[in-house]
């Protein structure tokens, strides 16, 4: 027993790690992206990402680990086989299906999107939809196996060669060898292209170690696992979505608003600036998380509830630190990565996000096995499409992109609030007493405004520039860490329990000298 349980937990090491790799690639890259194709480059190639978006989802996150837990449950080896066999088809009906609306529809989806020459980008990402069957239904196989070295493998060679593409088509633009257009098809072809790689290395590593079973044996699923499927997909998706109303409606509403094409295509592209800040916050704050959670169904109810009790704590904890960070020093991150300041109020808004998705994913993870509530769930995720739709033409029109942010932040507190309002704001259940959530605003408060005033007094008689504002964030950065440190102890807001989850949570506690608070 001790045994599995290691390789458990080896396992989903290995997969987080290969899981936060990959995501940070896919916010890094965007940043030389931007600077060499520019913000309206920049938008023609982000426009229709959410699509890309949804496939990302589809194979990497959503779909293995609903399949992974379904194939765990299987009595025999010639039931998973079935079954394995039986998800492969379905699914490769289903893309098959998808690719073809895309391809035929893709003209009116640029259309919609405000620009009709995006037609073969739309194309060129509804190619990835055929690889879904291959990469979801195998990395689910090898993971109820707790082989995850496979999945691993194959999403960081998926992800690195999808990002040289894009790097080279950004060039070619560069050198002016390809139009903007063609640079945006090339680039969101890269997906496809990595994506073959990927399924390469899973039917290999498959046809290796496939076993001799019977695939005629028959297999049971659990009541309610349709629902929870699709919970565990769109919740692990849930910023693209909003990213996808927001490619069908950003740009029209700002022409509608008197903007001019070019101008809108500009702006997009600026608001598109805080996606990649807006994923590695998350993937930050949630990464020790994805440790932890498969281990919460083996422990008994009272150590799982203290189990939770920690999660949410230390998860809101770590992610008002990164939204009050990020906030704090957004034109000098802005001029870092983009080279220039432009739609630093409009992210500073959309870096809220950070906390509020982190803590919808947390409390989705938490209740998934809560069936008489998941259809709650899944209500309050379409009235808050219904209100990011609505707020956008509200907003937009008036406010611009920083409208969008804002319509985005409302959207997401729609099932926030909708959750805790569910489970009755039950602070057992949470573990969030007044003080604890005190302290955590004031801590985050605190640390951003003596952030500011520092980066003031060192800008004084200096120009925003590049290099500059690399300096002001090496300075600011551990500042502004070693404040929210000093609160956190000050104030007593951890236990010593939970500043071990913590990323380097031994070697914090010595240098903090953290005393035993049980």
Partial sequence: MQKEVSRAIKGTWILTVASLFSEVLSAVYRIPLQNIVGDRGYFIYQQVYPIYGIFSVLALSGLPVVISKTIAQQRSAGAKSNLLKKTFWLLMIACLVVTALLWMSSRYLAFLMGDPALYLEVRAVALTFL??????????????????????ISQVSEQFLRI????????????????????????????????????????????????????????????????EIVLIVIFTGITIFYQFIDSFS???????????????EISKGVFDRGQPLLQLGIVISLSFVSTIMPQLKETNRLKNQATIAKMVRVCLWLSVAESAGLIALMPQINTM????????????????SVVIVSFINLLIAI??????KNLHKLILFIMSLIAKVALNVILVPSFGIAGAALATILSECVILFGILIIYDFNRDFLSLDKAFIGNLVKAGFVMAIVVKILVSLLSIGNDLTRSYS????????????????????????????????LPLGKYLIKFMKIEEKK
């Fill in 131 to 152: 690889l879904v069957p291959f990469e979801a239904s195998l990395r689910g196989y090898f993971q109820s196996d707790l082989l995850m070295t496979p999945s691993a």
């Fill in 164 to 227: 040289v593409i894009i790097i080279i088509s950004a060039l070619l633009f560069g050198h002016g060898v390809i139009d903007v257009y063609k640079m945006g098809t090339l680039a969101n072809l890269g997906a496809f292209i990595g994506g073959l790689l990927a399924v390469f290395i899973l039917i290999r590593t498959f046809l290796k170690n496939n076993p001799d079973a019977k695939t005629d044996e028959k297999f049971e699923l659990e009541h309610g696992l349709a629902l």
């Fill in 250 to 264: 950003v740009l029209r509403l700002l022409m509608h608003s008197g903007v001019p094409l070019h101008q809108a």
């Fill in 337 to 352: 990565l983009f080279t220039n300041t432009s739609g630093s109020s409009t992210l500073s808004i959309y870096m809220l």
């Fill in 367 to 372: 209740t998934s096995g809560d069936d008489e």
């Fill in 470 to 501: 690399i300096f002001l964030n090496v300075v600011a950065i551990p500042v502004g860490a070693l404040i929210y440190l000093r609160l956190t102890k000050k104030w007593q807001m951890l236990t010593t329990a939970e500043w071990e989850i």
